[in-house]
């Protein structure tokens, strides 16, 4: 079955604890994203990666990092994460980016900071 | 600044009638549009989506309408079903230079039996 995978789907940690979203895709997909999603901002996007060891920036970046070593795996970093990241996260993907096609999520992942 | 929006919060409409979600942007040169559907608990779906370069598209109950003189982008969901009850976010892509994809702050529908 298509899909996208984040891991984990909850978790409740403390401020300045380094920790690593994991999201996997296996339709060789080459454009992947990271969002997040606040009530009443809807859904930001953080990073993007157009293809293998190509990433960007979009328009929340701030206290995040990502990495795209493989097509397959977009790990989202927060290094010293803090309350105004806990939030609602998702990763997507899709095919070339050129060739507007829309994205695939995943089911999100809810991050509590304290 | 550019963003993508959507007229309505919240719809409610009667079981059968037909619905229209409503979106503005405001990147003229936005090529791409989306509109996605989010059930609670789970991640956006695709619905449907139309390029710059048409008027409209019809997909199964659903169609997808986009006025580029106004910035208007309405997704009409006909017959409207229970199923249907969601948020509904339209999506603007800038252009194929950058990866970046602006979603609306969503309009939730609800169904009424």
């Known amino acids: 079955e298509a899909q996208v995978t984040q891991n984990p789907r909850y978790l409740i940690t403390v401020t300045g604890k380094k920790l690593t979203v994991t999201c996997s895709q296996n339709m060789n997909h080459e454009y992947m994203s990271w969002y997040r999603q606040d009530p009443g901002l809807g859904l930001r996007q953080i990073y993007y990666?157009?293809?293998?060891?190509?990433?960007d920036k979009g328009d929340v970046p701030e206290g995040y990092k990502v990495s795209r070593k493989e097509k397959r795996n977009f790990p989202l970093i927060l290094e010293s994460p803090s309350p105004n990241q806990t939030s609602l996260y998702f990763c997507?993907?899709?095919?070339?980016?050129?060739?507007?096609?829309?994205?695939?999520f995943g089911d999100g992942t809810r991050l509590s900071i304290l | 600044g550019e963003s993508v929006g959507l007229h309505l919060p919240t719809l409610s409409v009667q079981e059968g009638d037909n619905s229209i979600i409503n979106c503005a942007y405001s990147?003229?040169?936005?090529?791409?549009f989306i509109w996605y559907k989010q059930e609670s608990g789970k991640g956006p779906q695709f619905i449907i989506d139309?390029?710059?370069?048409?008027d409209k598209r019809q997909g199964q109950r659903v169609t997808v309408l986009l006025n580029k003189t106004v910035k208007h982008l309405s997704l009409q969901i006909a017959a409207t079903q229970p199923g249907d009850s969601a948020v509904y976010f339209c999506a603007e892509k800038f252009s194929s230079n950058t990866g970046k994809l602006i979603f609306g702050q969503g309009t939730t529908l609800q169904v009424k039996p």
């Open positions: 990147n003229s040169a936005s090529d791409y």
């Open positions: 997507a993907s899709s095919p070339l980016w050129g060739s507007n096609q829309p994205q695939h």
């Open positions: 139309i390029r710059s370069n048409m």
């Open positions: 990666s157009m293809n293998v060891e190509v990433t």
